[in-house]
């Protein structure tokens, strides 16, 4: 694991741009399983659908999406790369192989999530961990702001039923 992560730092310093693949390619994921992230410093889903939308106490959440027109309309208008991930995706229900799941986190300003790793908890379920990068130790602020991960997911197996996403401890599960 230390080995993937100096090369994945050594490769994001010599090219610039290209973070997310790198943390892609860095992440552990099941062989059959391709993933693609892309991080995103704010909240470009609606607020009714985003982690603002609930309870206080709940700091992560989680959205999934098997066809372009849903993933669209989860979106603001004015969310022009989230927008851009999107029309890259092939959804399942589109004809495609992809489901998109986007986890969301209320966090402090400094933090910038990206894919940890995935792992497989049964035939159609996963576990994702995304991890909180741009500081150490325990993450706490008074102002929390959001924070993004869009995740175009292709499985051999079949679009996964169920996801779990962890960020920082605290777990949101959804049905795909």
Excluded: W
Aim: aromatic residues 2%; negative net charge; hydrophobic residues 40%.
């Amino acid at each position: 694991m230390y080995r993937r992560a100096v090369v994945a730092g050594a490769l994001a310093a010599a090219t610039p741009g290209c973070v997310d693949r790198l943390h892609d390619v860095a992440a552990s994921a099941p062989g059959d399983l391709s993933v693609r992230s892309r991080y995103v410093d704010g909240n470009p889903m609606v607020d009714a659908r985003s982690v603002l939308a609930r309870p206080e106490e709940l700091l992560t959440h989680a959205a999934s999406f098997r066809s372009a027109s849903s993933a669209r309309n989860a979106l603001k208008s004015d969310a022009t790369e989230s927008r851009e991930f999107v029309e890259r995706t092939d959804f399942v229900d589109d004809g495609g192989e992809a489901v998109l799941l986007i986890a969301q986190r209320l966090t402090a300003p400094e933090v910038r999530l990206r894919l940890g790793g995935i792992s497989r908890t049964g035939d159609h379920s996963l576990r994702i961990a995304v991890d909180q990068g741009g500081v150490r130790g325990e993450v706490e602020t008074d102002e929390p702001v959001v924070k993004t991960l869009l995740m175009r997911l292709t499985d051999e197996r079949g679009p996964p039923e169920r996801v779990i996403v962890v960020v920082g401890g605290q777990r949101a599960g959804i049905t795909v």
